[in-house]
Nanobody
Framework: QVQLVESGGGLVQAGDSLRLACAAS??????????MNWFRQAPGKDREFVAA????????QYGDSVKGRFTISRDNAKNTVYLQMNLLKPEDTAVYYC??????????????WGKGTLVTVSS
């Protein structure tokens, strides 16, 4: 069992920056064996892939809507993955979810989910 807890969401203005964090824990858990993902979902809309990072942190992948603005990173010593969000737009407003996946990276699914953190970007 893996538990994921997101933090760092809040209300910001367009053009601002925000950093989200996802802390992972578990009774039997090797953080570096999991790829980590960020997804987001706005009310009434489908879940959208945001970013993914490999277990060692050397490979990253981004959704087209955030590429060039968001950066995913991880600190395996702290069992934490981050999402640095720059040049935020009102369209980025959503609940952001952290996910952990055993095995290869995927843009569509994970094995464990956090409960999400709300990011609201005002115009």
């Amino acid at each position: 069992q893996v538990q994921l807890v997101e933090s760092g969401g809040g209300l910001v203005q367009a053009g601002d920056s925000l950093r989200l964090a996802c802390a992972a824990s578990g009774r039997i858990f090797i953080f570096s064996s999991y790829s980590m993902n960020w997804f987001r979902q706005a009310p009434g809309k489908d879940r959208e892939f945001v970013a993914a990072i490999s277990g060692g942190g050397s490979i990253t992948q981004y959704g087209d809507s955030v590429k060039g603005r968001f950066t995913i990173s991880r600190d395996n010593a702290k069992n934490t993955v981050y999402l640095q969000m720059n040049l935020l737009k009102p369209e980025d407003t959503a609940v952001y979810y952290c996910g952990a996946r055993a095995g290869r990276m995927s843009t569509s699914g994970v094995d464990y989910w956090g409960k999400g953190t709300l990011v609201t970007v005002s115009s």
